[in-house]
């Protein structure tokens, strides 16, 4: 079945640094995206989606790059505050499929 | 903002019981959703409902079940909890056009002794 990863599951940054979290997907008819981040406690949050005719999106401090070649996924934050500390997660959703498929997360620490 | 509340943040039942799992949301959305989070899985959709009364199976439906009598309450119920479903639940919650979860609750961490 389709599978989708973060490479890394963490990343320790230092505050006011760009962050790159990333994701690699295995089913080439996803074509849809979403990142989330899950602070401790709490229940993920929606951060930006992308569809798949899309290689770029911005949002506020945050982008995101699919690289639909080789099936990749990027999420970037810009100057990365203690507030950014948290697990991201990708997901996925198969062309034919309106269920997501999420990865494992990768727990971000941004150091003062 | 779009609140989703789930009604406990802990809980812990035995094995053998039948456990209810509640889950409200206050902007009237369409569709719902239960998922599952478990260290190194991810998130795992367990049931979806598109509106009031209709419901589809997620990956992992065995052992659950649900109802959505009103729009705004989504409940989840374990019909004889076993120590495998120790685990994070999560409802979310989006609006008819976006079938793809946009708001959470902040989790019920469920322990089966």
């Known amino acids: 079945g389709e599978s989708v990863g973060l490479h890394l599951p963490t990343l320790s940054v230092q505050e006011g640094d760009n962050s790159i979290i990333n994701c690699a997907y295995s089913?080439?008819?996803?074509?849809?995206f979403i990142w989330y981040k899950q602070e401790s406690g709490k229940g993920p949050q929606f951060i930006i989606d992308?569809?798949?005719?899309?290689d770029k999106r911005q949002g506020q401090r945050v982008t995101v790059l699919l690289n639909k070649t080789v099936k990749h996924l990027s999420l970037q934050i810009a100057a990365t505050q203690p507030g950014d500390s948290a697990v991201y997660f990708c997901?996925?959703?198969?062309?034919?499929?309106?269920?997501?498929?999420f990865g494992a997360g990768t727990t971000v620490t941004v150091r003062a | 903002d779009v609140k989703v509340t789930q009604s406990s943040r802990y809980l812990v039942k035995r094995t053998g019981e039948k456990v209810f799992l509640e889950c409200v949301q206050d902007m009237d959305h369409e569709n719902m959703f239960w998922y599952r989070q478990d260290p190194g899985l991810g998130l795992r959709l367990i049931y979806f409902s598109y509106d009031v009364k209709m419901k589809e199976k997620g990956d992992i439906p065995e052992g659950y079940s649900v109802s959505r009598e009103k729009k705004e309450r989504f409940s989840l119920i374990l019909e004889s909890a076993s120590t495998n479903q120790t685990s994070m639940y999560l409802c979310?919650?989006?609006?008819?056009?976006?079938?793809?979860?946009?708001?959470f609750g902040d989790g019920t961490r469920l322990s089966i002794l």
């Open positions: 089913n080439s008819a996803s074509d849809y």
């Open positions: 992308i569809r798949s005719n899309m």
């Open positions: 979310a919650s989006s609006p008819g056009q976006g079938i793809q979860p946009q708001h």
């Open positions: 997901a996925e959703r198969g062309g034919n499929d309106y269920k997501l498929s």
